[in-house]
């Protein structure tokens, strides 16, 4: 019985190390421009023209306006952008 214990805690310790050894040489892999820039994540960042906030392209919401693109954080500054384009 103690036996099996110590069997299933070497188990244990080896899915351990493999799972880490696996984590690490992922890392290996990638690109290290990514590990020394840790914003850069192979995609364009562009500016909320509301409140000046970086986002990814990919995570933006993409509106086209009067023929123009633009890309906001999110619809509450979209919306903010409609209502400062009113008023002009
Ligand atoms: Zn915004």
Redesign the pocket.
């Known amino acids: 019985m103690f036996i099996r214990v110590i069997l299933f805690a070497i188990l244990i310790f080896l899915i351990y190390r493999v799972i880490k050894s696996m984590k690490q040489s992922r890392l290996g892999k990638s690109d290290p421009s990514r590990v020394i820039h840790p914003h850069a994540s192979g995609e364009d960042l562009i500016e ?1 023209p ?4 970086h ?1 990814p392209v990919s995570q933006a919401y993409i509106k086209e306006i009067a023929g123009k693109t633009y890309y ?3 619809k ?2 979209f919306e ?1 952008f409609m209502l400062s384009k009113k008023d002009n």
Not at 50 to 53: A, D, G, H, I, T
């Open positions: 909320d509301v409140c000046l906030r986002i906001f954080c999110g509450e500054c903010k």
